[in-house]
Every structure is written in structure tokens, then in C-alpha cells.
């Protein structure tokens, strides 16, 4: 690099420092030279050679020795060429999060891919800030959270209101049931025995649901027992009984006692609370199901196709291999329809066009995106028999347009793994080659 382009990259790295990175790599990506800065004097025990003439060859190298070794990976795919020119090329400003060994610590960084701009487009810039003190605050917070969720946990299954409270003796498995009184919540015993395993084992054969027995028998045993006596957790578990021959849900709590010789088993009954749980379940499924649903047609709206749209771009930038294809219909002469017979006639015209949609590709989800287009997202057996689907569509639009009934223009693409990156490619090649469908028929008076 001449000293011309050293100023000019000092300016840069100048900017960059105002945004805090404790270290800079400057990179041509062309020729893939490239200057190393820090101002952090940690990294200078790295080793890091300040410049080199192939960055994406020596960074791979470098991190071996200075990345903690779960993180390796994730910075040699990261920063590898393929990667970092496909963002270059998408204007993405990727950033990850790994960790540095310093004085023989892992200290956590964050990385960002920076793409040059205006005549420096062939340069970009690779920030490293140190943020080890942001995250383990972080995590010690999420620490402290899940401890006192824990504790929470605990003490509102104190409070629960209990069927019955077994305490055993796990010598000699001696045990008294309880159960507290209703009229003063004081305890009473319900029974006595001298084998609490053997006792409870023939409830659980005799009155738990049979879909269940299988692992709430194996939840009781001595071995699981000892198990959880040496890690001091909680066993807890739902279960069902049959009560009147309908399933009733129950919890089943055990922990161990202070004396480190007993256990405490609760039961209690959470049927209400567990259904009042499915209904808000199901209420929930039930609104987002109708949020994404058109009202006229009954099919999918453009809400539920942008959640599509966002489920395959997910499979896109991950690399995904499932091909799928896009078709774009739009409903011809709808003005006409409802200038001449009203929107009622329309609305029926609409509802025409989404059947014969739906009846061309059966086994695809099919959304209404505008008043009077749709598209339909093709996988699977539709797929594979995409062009025969479409030629028969276009082949019934001609039948229709001869006597009088709904007419589609449509267009189809598939997704091209080498040269999409992203659906609104796809998507843009299917609505132009149906504009192109809707001028052919207008020639022929569709």
C-alpha cells in the first residue's frame, strides 16, 4: 500500500475508532491485502502480524491460536471469502458474537462486516470490540433471573393447595400419607404403610392413566431416588387419573427433607388449571389463525404470506435445499365485473378465481396478496409437477374465457439455488411473466 493509501486509510480507521472497536482489519477486497490496528493492548500478546497479502488465508490461520476453540469455527466461516464477499455483495452489516483467549482467558468480542462505500467499494472494514464486561453482566443477570424463577417455583408450590403429602423414611421406606383438613387446614393422616414404592407403585397401576404409567414407573425408583438426593433437584411431573372415567391431571412434586433421611412426595390436583391453559392455547391458535385468513375467500391473506415469505428466506440464508416455486394469478376484467353487474358480482368473481387456484394446485398453500391476485407456494408433489399444473390452469383460463367465466392470468418461477438470494426474486420473476400471460390474453379478447 503507498502512503497515499495509508492517509487515506488512517481517515478510515479514524472513523471507525469513533465507534469504539478496540481492534480494526482494513481489507481490499480485490486483492485481499490488508491492515491489522488496535488500540487495545491486550491484543497485542496475540501475535497478530499487522499486515499481510491474503486475509482470508491468514485469519483462518490465526484463529486457531488466538480463538477460544468452541468458537474457532464460527469465525473461520464467518470471515471466509465465500461469506464475506456474498454480504459485501447483499450490503448486509453482519455482526457475531466469540471469544478471544487473552492472558489465557476467553474474553467475549463482537465482530461486524463493514462493506466500503462510494470509491472505496472495494475495501471493507472487520471491527472487534471487546464486551467481555457487557456479557457475563449479562449472564450473571439471566443467572439471577433463572434462580429466583427457581425459588418462585418453589415457593408457590408450597402454597399449592395439596390433595395428599407423603413423608417416607428412605431407609426403611416406612411412610404416612397426609392430607389437609377443609374446614381447618390442619393435617390429617389418611394412612400408614411400610413400603411406599410397592404402595404407590399399585396406585399408579390401578387409577393413573395408561398412557402414562409407562414413565411415571420409571420416575419411581430407589436408583432415581439416590440420584436425585446427590444433585438436590426437584422431581416433578404431570401425570392423569381416571375419576369417573374421565382423565383428571395431577402433579407429582418430591424433594428431599433437611435431615437428608426422609422425603416429601405432594400431590395435587391442577385439572382446571391445565385446561384453562389449552383453552388460552387454543384461543390464541384459534386468533392467529383468523388474523391470517382472507374473509372473502377463506384462504390465506397477505399477512401469512409474509410469514412464508420469511420462512423460506430463513432457508435461503442458511444454506436450505428445498426447492420451491412461486405462482402469481391475477383475476382479469374485475372492473369490468363490478362496473357493470356491482361488487356483490365481484365479490363472487373473486371467490370464483380462488377456487380455480386452489383447484390447480390442491396440495400447496394458496394467498390472497391483493383485491384481485393471488399467489401459491409450490413443494413438495407440487412441485415436482409444477409445469403440468400450470399448463392445465392456463389451459382451463382458455376454456373459461370461451364461455364466460373467470379468467386468470398466471406466472411461475422456481427458486434457482445458484442465483437467488432472495424469494422476492423469485417472486418478481413469476409476477413478470404473469403481466406477460395477461397480455397474450387480452390479444385474444380474455
Request: aromatic fraction near 10%; glycine fraction near 8%.
Given at each position: 500500500m503507498n502512503s497515499m493509501e495509508d492517509k487515506e486509510i488512517f481517515v478510515k480507521i479514524a472513523e471507525a475508532l469513533l465507534v469504539d472497536y478496540s481492534s480494526i482489519y482494513y481489507v481490499n477486497a480485490v486483492t485481499k491485502r490488508y491492515k491489522w490496528y488496535s488500540i487495545n493492548s491486550g491484543f497485542k500478546s496475540l501475535g497478530l502480524e499487522f499486515e499481510g497479502d491474503d486475509f482470508?488465508?491468514?485469519?483462518?490461520?490465526?484463529?486457531?491460536?488466538?480463538?477460544?476453540?468452541?468458537?474457532?469455527?464460527?469465525?473461520?466461516?464467518?470471515?471466509?471469502?465465500?461469506?464475506?464477499?456474498?454480504?459485501?455483495?447483499?450490503?448486509?452489516?453482519?455482526?457475531?458474537?466469540?471469544?478471544?483467549?487473552?492472558?489465557?482467558?476467553?474474553?467475549?468480542?463482537?465482530?461486524?462486516?463493514?462493506?466500503?462505500?462510494?470509491?472505496d467499494s472495494d475495501y471493507f472494514i472487520v471491527g472487534v470490540l471487546n464486551v467481555d464486561e457487557k456479557i457475563r453482566k449479562e449472564q450473571q443477570a439471566r443467572e439471577m433471573e433463572e434462580k429466583s424463577l427457581t425459588y418462585n417455583q418453589i415457593a408457590m408450590a408450597l402454597a399449592t393447595r395439596l390433595d395428599s403429602i407423603y413423608y417416607v423414611d428412605a431407609n426403611t421406606l416406612n411412610y404416612v400419607e397426609y392430607t389437609c383438613s377443609k374446614d381447618d387446614s390442619s393435617m390429617e393422616i389418611l394412612a400408614e404403610g411400610s413400603d411406599f414404592f410397592e404402595d404407590f407403585g399399585e396406585e399408579v397401576r390401578t387409577k393413573v392413566v395408561p398412557e402414562d404409567r409407562v414413565f411415571m414407573t420409571d420416575s419411581l425408583s430407589e436408583e432415581k431416588l439416590s440420584s436425585l438426593r446427590e444433585t438436590g433437584d426437584v422431581q416433578r411431573f404431570n401425570f392423569r387419573i381416571l375419576r369417573n372415567g374421565a382423565p383428571v391431571y395431577m402433579n407429582y412434586r418430591m424433594v428431599w427433607a433437611a435431615d437428608g433421611r426422609h422425603f416429601i412426595v405432594g400431590i395435587s390436583n391442577i385439572d382446571s388449571q391445565v385446561r384453562k391453559e389449552k383453552d388460552y392455547v387454543q384461543a390464541i391458535r384459534s386468533a392467529t389463525e383468523l388474523a391470517e385468513k382472507d374473509g372473502l375467500t377463506g384462504v390465506k391473506?397477505?399477512?401469512?404470506?409474509?410469514?412464508?415469505?420469511?420462512?423460506?428466506?430463513?432457508g435461503i440464508n442458511i444454506g436450505g435445499n428445498e426447492p420451491f416455486a412461486i405462482v402469481v394469478c391475477d383475476v382479469n376484467g374485475l372492473k369490468q365485473v363490478n362496473d357493470t353487474y356491482g361488487h356483490k358480482a365481484g365479490d363472487e368473481h373473486i371467490r370464483s378465481a380462488c377456487d380455480e387456484v386452489c383447484r390447480a394446485f390442491q396440495h400447496s398453500p394458496v394467498?390472497?396478496?391483493?383485491?384481485?391476485?393471488?399467489?401459491?407456494?409450490?413443494?413438495?408433489?407440487?412441485?415436482d409437477n409444477r409445469d403440468l399444473l400450470l399448463e392445465e390452469l392456463k389451459a382451463r383460463m382458455i376454456t373459461n374465457g370461451r364461455s364466460g367465466e373467470v379468467v386468470l392470468a398466471t406466472g411461475m418461477s422456481a427458486f434457482d439455488k445458484g442465483n437467488d438470494k432472495l424469494v422476492s426474486q423469485v417472486f418478481k420473476r413469476a409476477d413478470n411473466l404473469m403481466y406477460e400471460n395477461k397480455k397474450q390474453l387480452k390479444e385474444i379478447g380474455y
Open positions: 482470508f488465508k491468514n485469519v483462518s490461520r490465526d484463529a486457531i491460536k488466538v480463538v477460544y476453540p468452541e468458537d474457532v469455527q464460527l469465525i473461520v466461516d464467518f470471515l471466509s471469502e465465500t461469506n464475506v464477499m456474498n454480504n459485501i455483495c447483499t450490503g448486509e452489516m453482519k455482526s457475531i458474537l466469540y471469544r478471544l483467549i487473552i492472558d489465557g482467558k476467553p474474553v467475549y468480542h463482537t465482530m461486524r462486516l463493514i462493506k466500503g462505500i462510494g470509491e391473506n397477505m399477512t401469512a404470506y409474509q410469514k412464508m415469505e420469511d420462512l423460506l428466506q430463513k394467498f390472497r396478496i391483493g383485491g384481485d391476485e393471488f399467489c401459491a407456494v409450490l413443494r413438495g408433489g407440487d412441485y
